[in-house]
């Protein structure tokens, strides 16, 4: 029997949950306090940074662009950090290991957090990019290997697990910001993310049994001498970044060496840049490609600016538009002050509302079905026109200085909603499918790099909050998503449709 099926049959003898592996309960329950724990802090990142020192609850006082910067090079480490975690498991500890430890490191940055001196914010944030790069990517794969038989149970598996990820990012802006009192204890809401994780933790330790042999670390092609190879790999380079951490460390408070948040923002963002043209050209100049392979590589590399153009606008739900929400949204019911953090919730709960639909739509669609690159003109063109919608709250704010009600914020998330299932759902699905077989692996890299530089790009922009009008600030994403989105829609009418069939055709799928 193959070690698939054995560890198929094994988890299935723990029983089932809803019809599926009982595994997948340890799973959605551990994602989503974990998702509690990030979306409860990314909620109150910018805020807090933002917030004056001298408030009764300090804040510490950054600029916007400082600011922004930092929760740009935050999200972006997370995805970029799932690459080395994805590697470390598969080659040193498994995914399961992966998981635990990832918590575990994620839960000591909140504690950091929760202690209030620079030193330990930022170590905190350090921390859980690094824990969040060994957990999510690792998660995700056990779920996979829960079902080795593959097919459509699988996919309602994901779709139930994916369910957790927005009971979580719910849950987690509500809580962890506002029912601390008000203004919010910052440093209690940062505590209250760990405990989050730790939840996730304790009942992930206790019922991991369930997952049977799935998560488990398996020796590669070589055995023990590879995984030796492997594992002083990992020490040489962990060694040569520790050296690098301490001189520039040195050099940085000597004053040898001047940096600022922006700068390095901006620096990582041409460096992702950089990596993304020089990967391209060395596969299309070395990677010796046969027949339409180019036209699936090719359009990958499409596909990458267009997913990081969309995160960059989508993303800034917790740069610009979160202080728009906080400053010039007014949040009074009845008397009562709604959190800022509150509205942070608002895409999940369209998320969960959406999705189904959405899924009944291309179901319903059958043969009719966008093609890939159709969908993401799509996606980038519904969200410009929510963006749209907040330069008309923009405008009603009478030059910044005015509120404005909360229903523009609640109707441009569900317009950022729609555009997030026309893109979202088929980004790995399309790498897979593009992709020649023996670049896959590298290519995922190359998405996972999208992502990261998208939500750079939105810390970034939305930095930009305090030095222009949010009418200009909004009016200039919108124009910048659109001329992309409808760029994207008439190459595809025009050739990128074509690529798509003939890569797929080359590679024997439809």
């Known amino acids: 029997m193959s070690n698939a099926n054995s560890t198929g049959a094994t988890a299935a003898s723990n029983g ?37 020192v001298t408030d009764k609850n300090p804040g510490l006082g950054f600029t916007e662009a400082t600011a922004g910067s930092i929760l740009g090079l935050y999200t972006a480490g997370v995805y970029l950090l799932a690459l080395p975690g994805g590697w470390i498991a598969d080659r040193l500890i498994g995914p399961r290991k992966a998981v635990l430890y990832g918590g575990i490191i994620i839960a000591a940055g909140h504690f950091s957090m ?10 905190g944030l350090f921390l859980i990019v690094v ?6 990517p690792n998660v995700s794969t056990i779920v996979g290997e829960l079902y080795p038989e593959g097919g459509a149970r699988r996919d309602a598996g994901f779709s139930i697990f994916y369910m957790g990820i927005n009971i979580g990012a719910f849950a987690g802006p509500i809580l962890c910001g506002s029912l601390l009192g008000e203004p919010i204890n910052w440093h209690y809401g940062f505590g209250l993310a760990g405990i989050g994780m730790i939840f996730g933790l304790i009942q992930f330790v206790r019922t991991q049994d369930h ?16 995984r030796l190879k492997d594992r002083n790999r990992f020490l040489t380079v962990m060694g040569v970044l520790a050296v690098l951490t301490v001189v520039i460390t040195m050099a940085i408070r000597s004053g040898a060496l001047t940096i600022t948040a922006e700068q390095l923002a901006v620096g990582t963002g041409y460096f992702i840049l950089g990596l993304f043209v020089l990967y391209f050209a060395f596969i299309f100049f070395f990677g010796q490609l046969q027949g339409d392979e180019w036209k699936g590589v090719a359009m990958i590399a499409v596909l990458f600016l267009c997913a990081a153009t969309f995160w960059s606008g ?18 009074n019911i009845g008397g009562w002050e709604m959190p800022t953090t509150v509205l942070q919730s608002v895409n999940p709960i369209w998320i969960i509302i959406l999705a189904p639909v959405f899924a009944m739509i291309w179901q319903g669609l059958g043969k009719r079905d966008l093609s890939m690159p159709m969908k993401f003109s799509v996606g980038l063109i519904v969200l410009a026109s929510g963006f749209g919608v907040m330069m008309w709250a923009a405008a009603n704010t009478n030059g ?23 893109l979202s759902p088929v980004g790995l699905s399309s790498i897979t499918k593009l992709s020649p077989e023996r670049f896959v692996g590298q290519m995922m890299g190359i998405w996972f790099m999208g992502s990261a530089l998208g939500n750079l790009i939105a810390g970034i922009a939305g930095g930009q909050f305090g030095s222009m009008t949010t009418y200009e600030l909004f009016g200039s994403v919108t124009r910048f998503v659109l001329i992309a989105g409808v760029v994207m829609l008439v190459l595809t009418l025009v050739v990128f449709r074509r690529w ?9 799928m439809h």
């Open 16 to 52: 089932e949950w809803f019809g599926h592996p009982r595994g997948l309960a340890t799973l959605f329950f551990t994602e989503m306090w974990e998702r509690f724990s990030f979306y409860g802090l990314r909620a109150m990142l910018i805020l807090f940074m933002t917030a004056a």
């Open 114 to 123: 929760a202690v209030p001196t620079l030193l330990t914010f930022f170590l």
């Open 131 to 136: 824990g969040t790069g060994l957990l999510k």
């Open 211 to 226: 997952l049977g042999d799935a998560g488990h670390f398996k020796l590669k092609e070589g055995g023990e001498a590879t």
């Open 314 to 331: 989508f993303e800034q739900a917790s740069s610009s538009m979160n202080l728009f929400a906080d400053r010039l949204t007014d949040r």
């Open 400 to 422: 910044d200085t005015e509120q404005v009600s909360a229903a523009w914020l609640v109707a441009a998330y569900f317009l950022h909603t729609c555009g997030e299932l026309c």
């Open 500 to 508: 798509t069939e003939d890569a797929l055709a080359y590679r024997g």
